[in-house]
Nanobody
Framework: QVQLVEAGGGLVQAGGSLRLSCSAS????????MGWYRQAPGKQRELVAT???????NYAHSVKGRFTISRDNAKNTVYLQMNSLEPEDTAVYYC???????????WGQGTQVTVSS
Protein backbone atom coordinates (compact mmCIF):
# COMPACT_ATOMS: atom_id res chain seq x y z
CA GLN A 1 0.00 0.00 0.00
CA VAL A 2 1.21 3.47 -0.90
CA GLN A 3 0.15 6.52 1.08
CA LEU A 4 0.34 10.04 -0.36
CA VAL A 5 0.52 13.27 1.62
CA GLU A 6 0.15 16.60 -0.15
CA ALA A 7 1.20 20.06 0.98
CA GLY A 8 1.48 23.57 -0.39
CA GLY A 9 -2.01 24.70 -1.29
CA GLY A 10 -3.39 28.08 -0.34
CA LEU A 11 -4.82 31.39 -1.48
CA VAL A 12 -2.99 33.46 -4.07
CA GLN A 13 -3.81 36.38 -6.33
CA ALA A 14 -4.04 35.95 -10.07
CA GLY A 15 -0.60 35.99 -11.61
CA GLY A 16 0.98 34.55 -8.51
CA SER A 17 2.72 31.24 -7.88
CA LEU A 18 2.37 28.22 -5.64
CA ARG A 19 4.34 25.01 -5.26
CA LEU A 20 2.65 21.78 -4.30
CA SER A 21 4.43 18.72 -3.01
CA CYS A 22 3.34 15.10 -2.60
CA SER A 23 5.33 12.61 -0.55
CA ALA A 24 4.78 8.90 -1.00
CA SER A 25 5.41 6.22 1.58
CA UNK A 26 5.08 2.47 1.44
CA UNK A 27 6.23 -0.08 -1.10
CA UNK A 28 6.30 1.43 -4.57
CA UNK A 29 6.64 -0.26 -7.94
CA UNK A 30 10.05 0.32 -9.51
CA UNK A 31 8.24 1.58 -12.61
CA UNK A 32 5.57 4.07 -11.68
CA UNK A 33 3.86 7.29 -12.56
CA MET A 34 2.84 10.05 -10.19
CA GLY A 35 0.72 12.98 -11.07
CA TRP A 36 -1.55 15.82 -10.16
CA TYR A 37 -5.25 16.04 -10.86
CA ARG A 38 -7.72 18.71 -9.85
CA GLN A 39 -11.43 19.02 -9.24
CA ALA A 40 -13.30 22.30 -9.25
CA PRO A 41 -16.78 22.62 -7.69
CA GLY A 42 -19.40 21.03 -9.92
CA LYS A 43 -16.81 19.62 -12.33
CA GLN A 44 -15.18 16.27 -12.90
CA ARG A 45 -11.67 15.53 -11.72
CA GLU A 46 -9.20 16.27 -14.50
CA LEU A 47 -5.57 15.62 -15.27
CA VAL A 48 -3.14 18.45 -14.62
CA ALA A 49 0.26 16.81 -15.12
CA THR A 50 1.97 13.44 -14.71
CA UNK A 51 5.56 12.27 -14.53
CA UNK A 52 7.03 8.79 -14.72
CA UNK A 53 9.93 7.61 -12.58
CA UNK A 54 12.02 7.96 -15.74
CA UNK A 55 11.07 11.62 -16.07
CA UNK A 56 8.54 11.43 -18.91
CA UNK A 57 5.98 14.22 -18.43
CA ASN A 58 2.51 14.97 -19.72
CA TYR A 59 0.53 18.18 -19.21
CA ALA A 60 -3.00 19.32 -19.73
CA HIS A 61 -3.18 21.89 -22.51
CA SER A 62 -4.58 24.48 -20.12
CA VAL A 63 -1.46 24.47 -17.91
CA LYS A 64 1.33 24.00 -20.47
CA GLY A 65 3.91 26.73 -20.15
CA ARG A 66 2.65 27.76 -16.70
CA PHE A 67 2.98 24.61 -14.57
CA THR A 68 6.02 22.36 -14.16
CA ILE A 69 5.94 18.89 -12.66
CA SER A 70 9.11 17.34 -11.25
CA ARG A 71 10.06 14.54 -8.90
CA ASP A 72 12.81 13.47 -6.54
CA ASN A 73 12.92 9.69 -6.76
CA ALA A 74 15.25 9.41 -3.77
CA LYS A 75 12.62 11.14 -1.63
CA ASN A 76 9.59 9.60 -3.37
CA THR A 77 8.26 13.11 -3.76
CA VAL A 78 6.61 14.86 -6.69
CA TYR A 79 6.26 18.62 -7.05
CA LEU A 80 4.02 20.92 -9.03
CA GLN A 81 5.31 24.44 -9.58
CA MET A 82 2.40 26.62 -10.62
CA ASN A 83 3.14 30.04 -12.10
CA SER A 84 0.91 32.68 -13.68
CA LEU A 85 -2.05 31.30 -11.79
CA GLU A 86 -5.52 32.15 -13.04
CA PRO A 87 -8.89 32.09 -11.22
CA GLU A 88 -9.78 29.11 -13.44
CA ASP A 89 -7.03 27.14 -11.67
CA THR A 90 -9.04 27.23 -8.44
CA ALA A 91 -9.71 23.63 -7.39
CA VAL A 92 -8.80 20.88 -4.99
CA TYR A 93 -5.56 19.35 -6.24
CA TYR A 94 -4.99 15.63 -5.74
CA CYS A 95 -1.81 13.61 -6.02
CA UNK A 96 -2.03 10.23 -7.72
CA UNK A 97 0.20 7.16 -7.86
CA UNK A 98 0.10 4.19 -10.17
CA UNK A 99 2.09 2.14 -12.66
CA UNK A 100 1.02 4.27 -15.63
CA UNK A 101 -1.01 7.40 -16.25
CA UNK A 102 -4.63 6.73 -15.40
CA UNK A 103 -3.76 3.82 -13.13
CA UNK A 104 -4.82 5.38 -9.85
CA UNK A 105 -3.68 2.95 -7.17
CA UNK A 106 -3.54 5.67 -4.51
CA TRP A 107 -4.82 9.20 -4.05
CA GLY A 108 -3.75 11.91 -1.66
CA GLN A 109 -6.24 13.69 0.57
CA GLY A 110 -6.29 16.79 -1.65
CA THR A 111 -5.11 20.34 -1.11
CA GLN A 112 -7.14 23.45 -1.89
CA VAL A 113 -5.77 26.02 -4.31
CA THR A 114 -7.73 29.26 -4.57
CA VAL A 115 -6.77 31.99 -7.04
CA SER A 116 -8.45 35.35 -6.54
CA SER A 117 -8.99 37.83 -9.37
Amino acid sequence: QVQLVEAGGGLVQAGGSLRLSCSASGTMFSVNTMGWYRQAPGKQRELVATISNGGFTNYAHSVKGRFTISRDNAKNTVYLQMNSLEPEDTAVYYCSYGIYEGDHRAWGQGTQVTVSS
